[in-house]
């Protein structure tokens, strides 16, 4: 059994990565005729570990089921960034037990992800929880299939509270043949005060950027036409392996292999060099659509924050990249009823989003987390006051969406159809190069390809549009 520990946890070293190419090769017949639930939850670093587990489950011979009444295996891939995240959680657990003690003994429930890395969290799961089978965290996922392999009657727990190495010749059962997720980077340096990040996925680490690109041409190769290079801070990729190599070089690399779609997430506004604004103005096929979290319009509240630049720098770098960049929609990330906001302090958030007229943005609740720096911070704020905040910021945040969207009307615009409408059925759904939600009529026999669209209406979060 091991556990985690937020201590370790915390630590960075000056080590270098160990790079560990994997070769695991397992019976698919171990669980045949058996099938798994797999529920995910949170960031799309998580969705993409989804894509790993259920390909680890598979070959153990599982197939995959939409319902805990018929599984064998429940697998929740968890996440840890706001209060929410843990009692959707435990909701869904209270399930599972239902199933396990009304009509399935033998039912294997497994939780893993971010959650998984929280002491407190496995310390419930421990107490309060026994018919939880297995517990791993985001540093053993390879482990997976030695973990049902080899479980025992008690609880089998191994988390790793660690810096992290890189895995890989890891295989992905990908949800899209469309579109892809590519991890350029782990873990998370910034230890931006709020945030649970850098304790649950370890040191900022990047992959060699031939692993990457030669899972970009392989994509490539299999008919994807879009990639999304994931890590929590993107633009310090390269930073720890790579003196003269950065994100502007590789996102060079891989638009150069002729992927009609490049994408990358998430920035921080630190470190977002001319050098990236230049390449992403120069291609084509680098999306023109950057997700850039603001926090707060406090330079009071930033620094509590440790974000690492003011306002200003946010405006001048947010200015710099729309007029290097044609068309760019620009998101971000905002919390309200940071400890310590004042009115004030949340009316300079509110100017910052008057300036900048998001595409659209996601917006939290300050939720403490424990361990993190912001948790042992007074916060006077009531949750009424803060309810408030998030109501008027989203009413300011709902116009500019409408807004950005209504530029759009009678634009004819590139989507990437991906499949059919879930609300119509007669209807196809896909993405602008910005990264707008497309409704679209008359493209039934279009999925998979980038085609020319005219909108004909313009809602807060989605498009409507015919293909030309
Ligand atoms: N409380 C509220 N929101 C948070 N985020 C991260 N940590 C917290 C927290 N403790 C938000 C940030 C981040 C996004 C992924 O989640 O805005 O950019
Ligand atoms: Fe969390 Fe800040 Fe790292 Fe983003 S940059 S994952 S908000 S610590």
């Given at each position: 059994m091991n556990l985690p520990d937020i201590k370790e946890a915390r630590k960075r070293t000056t080590n270098q990565t160990e790079y560990v190419y994997l070769n695991q090769e397992y019976d698919n017949k171990l669980f045949a005729n058996q099938k798994y639930f797999l529920r995910t939850y949170g960031c799309q670093m998580n969705v993409h570990d989804g894509e790993e587990i259920a390909a680890r489950l598979e070959s153990l011979g599982f197939t995959s089921t939409d319902s805990i009444e018929d599984a064998d295996v429940v697998v929740l891939n968890t996440c840890a960034i706001r209060e929410n995240a843990h009692d959707k959680l435990y909701g869904f657990l209270g399930r599972c037990k239902h199933e396990k003690e009304k009509n399935n003994n033998d039912l294997i429930i497994a939780i893993c992800g971010c959650m998984a890395q929280e002491e407190n969290v496995v310390k419930d799961i421990m107490e309060k929880h026994p018919y939880v089978d297995i517990v791993f965290g985001t540093h053993n996922i390879h482990e997976l299939q030695d973990l049902l392999i080899n479980r025992t009657k008690k609880q089998n727990i191994d988390v790793y509270s660690c810096e992290g190495k890189i895995y890989e010749n890891i295989s992905y059962k990908r949800e899209s043949d469309i579109k892809a997720w590519v991890n350029i980077q782990y873990g998370c340096?910034?230890?931006?005060?709020?945030?649970i990040v850098p304790y649950t996925r370890g040191k900022q680490r990047s992959r060699k950027k031939e692993d990457i690109v030669n899972e970009v041409k392989d994509l490539k190769e299999k008919g994807y036409k879009e990639v999304t290079l994931l890590g929590q801070n993107v633009n310090a990729y390269g930073k720890d392996i790579y003196t003269d190599y950065n994100l502007a070089n590789l996102l060079t690399d891989v638009a150069e292999t002729g992927i009609e779609r490049v994408r990358f997430v998430t920035s921080h506004p630190w470190d977002f060099t001319d050098e990236m604004v230049d390449v992403i103005a120069s291609y084509d096929n680098v999306m023109p659509y950057i997700h850039l979290p603001l926090q707060s319009g406090s330079n009071k509240i930033l620094k509590l924050m440790n974000r690492r630049y003011t306002k200003e720098e946010y405006l001048e770098l947010y200015n710099k990249i729309k007029t290097k960049v044609k068309d760019c929609s620009i998101t971000t990330d905002i919390i309200v009823g940071f400890p310590n906001e004042t009115e004030e302090d949340f009316n300079e958030t509110l100017e910052v989003v008057n300036k900048c007229k998001f595409d659209s943005a996601f917006t939290f609740i300050y939720s403490p987390r424990e361990g993190t720096p912001a948790a042992k911070m007074e916060d006077s704020i009531s949750m009424k006051e803060k309810e408030d905040r998030l109501y008027k910021l989203n009413e300011l945040i709902n116009e500019y969406s409408k807004e950005a969207n209504e530029r759009y009307l009678n634009k004819v615009v590139p989507v990437l159809i991906e499949g059919i409408s879930e609300k119509d059925k007669d209807k196809v759904f896909g993405y602008t190069d910005t990264m707008k939600l497309v409704n679209v009529i008359?493209?039934?026999?279009?999925?998979g390809k980038i085609i020319d669209v005219k909108i004909t209406d313009a809602k807060s979060f989605s498009l409507d549009g015919e293909a030309i």
């Open positions: 340096d910034k230890f931006c005060t709020y945030c008359n493209a039934k026999d279009k999925i």
